[in-house]
């Protein structure tokens, strides 16, 4: 008999032989306590967060607390359905108004998580025949919703606008086109030329949808993302979000102005088919939506925050994945996973928290160390983690 786990052999090599240097599972961290956005408690000791995508420091607001208790106590712990049969409460419908304000947009979806968001739009508006032009650093979803539509797929180099343009042109003028781009890629933090990018697609008959992600909240004057930052949102036909970054809590949505949308309602697989998010959830999330609304102070600290932490690892001599900040996202480009995963365990044992990220996830089969800011840094704490970044880079000799 075969074993089909026979195929995961090298990963669990990989993982076994850098587990026998010494060093501790990067991938099997326990936070005991989480005291604030920015604090928890990991392995014993009082650690800074620096790895959470939180943002915006929404998960302990306490208007955001409040309303997830009420509902809890309203409308009990789940719905127990699919949002076409009994899983849809008035929560749900108040979260998709409160998405549809911020993003001033006529139609809005919720779906139990970000990765579902992608997966269920994708792969319902691009099947058989059509085209999925998409950026090859595009998120695992992006990937699996093509293929979970059985569309065809044509990758191009990461934010290369001219690369997307001979991919268009090379199409079939007649079939459907949809492409996918990301406002801020998760590895490197690095934002895509949508103004350009969209124009491209716009004059090949291409729909686009646009992942904002790791940019909503955060990136444009009313942090509706890279598309409003680059003033062509107007243009952009779906949007796609989740809010387990900005918003705090655990869903994903899409918004659009499409007179059609409302169909997806039916025919959506991956939103008819699966139970509706907790009453709390939505109430959390529609909440803290709409304090994003009002959150221009927040996202004006977020912005130096990033500034300052930029600039200081490019000091020491770390080496970073952008010249300069572009997001929340800031990645520090680590020799190799040995060396990648012991800097990791060194700042874990400094009392700071990272992300280390490993090839495939990552591009050019980079090892990674990725911070992601909160608004609720403080900016001591940015200076403190300058320091801690300091000491563990000399102790592993990464910087000098």
């Not at 779906?238 to 655990?250: L, Q, R």
């Not at 925050?305 to 770390?318: A, E, I, P, Q, Y």
């Not at 591009?363 to 563990?392: D, K, W, Y």
Request: aromatic share 8%; proline share 4%; net charge negative.
């Amino acid at each position: 008999m075969t074993d089909l786990f026979s195929k995961f052999d090298p990963l669990i090599q990989q993982r076994e032989t850098l587990l026998a240097t010494g060093v501790t599972d990067p991938y099997n961290l326990v936070m005991e306590k989480v005291i604030s956005p920015t604090v928890a408690i990991c392995n014993g000791r009082e650690t800074i967060l620096l790895g959470t995508y939180n943002y915006m420091g929404m998960t302990f607001d306490e208007d955001v607390i409040a309303a997830g208790k009420d509902a809890l106590d309203k409308f009990g712990s789940g719905t127990t359905g699919s949002r076409v049969l009994n899983g849809t409460y008035q929560g749900h419908k108040e979260c998709e108004e409160a998405l549809k304000e911020f993003y001033a947009m006529d139609h809005a979806m919720v779906f139990s998580t970000g990765y579902q968001a992608n997966l269920g739009i994708i792969s319902t508006i691009a099947g058989k025949g059509d085209y999925v032009i998409l950026d090859i650093d595009s998120h695992a979803s992006i990937y699996d919703g093509c293929a979970m539509g059985n569309a065809e797929i044509v990758a191009f180099r990461h934010n290369d606008v001219e690369a997307l343009e001979k991919r268009l042109k090379r199409l079939p003028p007649e079939a459907g086109k949809l492409v996918v781009l990301e406002g801020v890629y998760s590895m490197l933090g690095d934002v895509a030329p949508l103004k350009e990018m969209i124009r491209v697609s716009k004059e090949n008959g291409a729909m686009v949808l646009v992942d904002e992600a790791h940019s909503m909240g955060f990136i444009g004057e009313n942090g509706r993302g890279v598309a409003e930052a680059q003033g062509v949102i107007d243009d952009v036909d779906f949007i796609i979000g989740t809010f387990s970054k900005s918003v705090g809590t655990v869903g994903g949505f899409c918004v659009s102005n499409h007179p059609k949308f409302e169909i997806l309602r039916l025919v959506c697989r991956p939103y008819v088919f699966t139970a509706s998010l907790p009453p709390s959830v939505v109430a959390t999330a529609a909440t803290s939506i709409r304090k994003l609304m009002h959150g221009s102070n927040k996202r004006a600290h977020l912005w130096e925050n990033s500034k300052v932490l930029h600039k200081g690892l490019r000091d020491l001599g770390f080496t970073l994945g952008t010249d300069e900040p572009q997001s929340a996202i800031i990645a520090v480009i680590m020799p190799d996973l040995e060396q990648g995963a012991m800097m990791w365990e060194a700042l874990l044992e400094e009392g700071l928290y990272v992300n280390l990220a490993r090839p495939p996830a990552t591009p050019a089969n980079m090892t990674l160390l990725r911070c992601s800011l909160c608004a609720e840094h403080t900016i001591e704490q940015v200076g403190e983690i300058l320091c801690r970044f300091e000491r563990a880079g000399k102790r592993i000799g990464i910087i000098g």
